[in-house]
């Protein structure tokens, strides 16, 4: 088992300002995504100004963010949220929903399809290419909270949490195996898809199976939140319940531009 290390979750301290890793990783993510869509749409026959991308990366971290914090306060605390309003504005605590993000960046992509006059798909599968930079950055703070850790374990990669609640047992660092599959591994997927020029809609479906599939994985490795517990069979957790209806829309994707593919459809 390996002890958590001495990580102060707050990086830069200036009198009364503190800034956390949480926050940094949110800038971070937003960023590198914004330089690497900028290049991307420098290329020859993009069809995308630097102004575009600008207001894509734009309404998408806002759509995500906001999505994401209400997305957490609707899935997974609502009564805590409800007895102090204000503590829905306490980001630095942590406390996001990814599936609450996506809705969030659904609807952002939705108003940019009315002020940009692009199909959905095309702006869709213009973004998410480069929304696993954002979601490994963030899993790696998580990790840094201390917060969304796993079950206990015996395997020698074990991480003894010195939070409280985690008690002095070694458990999966499911953040990390987060950040590797749904960060680093789905970016190289959608990396090597996106290169074959494939049909539209075809890198939205992968992402949206791609991180549906590695979040229910890791789901059966993860300690459910403790006032939410599991919600069937004793192994199905929130995090199953809200990854399913990706998986499906990210399955639907992939037929419907396979059969675009077969009629010789962009």
Partial sequence: ?????????????????????????????????????????????????????????????????????????????????????????????????????????????????????????????????????????????????????????????GIVFTHPAAGAVARHPTQLYEALLEGLVLFLVLERVRRGAPPRGTLTGVFLLGYGVFRALVELLREPDAHIGYLAWGWVTMGHLLSLPMIVAGLALLLTARRRAAHGLP
Wanted: cysteine-free; proline content about 7%; aromatic content about 14%.
């Fill in 1 to 157: 088992m390996i002890r958590f290390p001495d990580i102060d979750p707050v990086a830069i301290e200036i009198g009364p300002l503190a800034i956390h890793w949480y926050g940094l990783s949110y800038i971070a993510g937003i960023a590198l995504a914004w330089w690497l869509l900028k290049r991307r749409a420098a290329a020859p026959g993009s069809g995308w100004t630097p102004q575009q991308v600008g207001d894509v990366v734009f309404y998408a971290a806002l759509g995500g963010v906001l999505g994401g914090r209400i997305g957490y306060a609707l899935f997974y605390n609502a009564r805590s949220y409800l007895e102090d309003p204000s503590a829905i504005f306490a980001v630095w605590q942590g406390g996001m929903s990814f599936h609450g993000g996506v809705i969030g960046m659904v609807l952002a992509v939705a108003w940019l399809v009315r002020a940009q006059g692009r199909p959905f798909l095309d702006i869709s599968d213009f973004l998410v290419p480069v929304v696993p930079i954002g979601l490994g950055l963030g899993r790696i703070a998580n990790f840094v909270n201390q917060e969304l850790w796993g079950a206990p374990t015996t395997l020698p990669w």
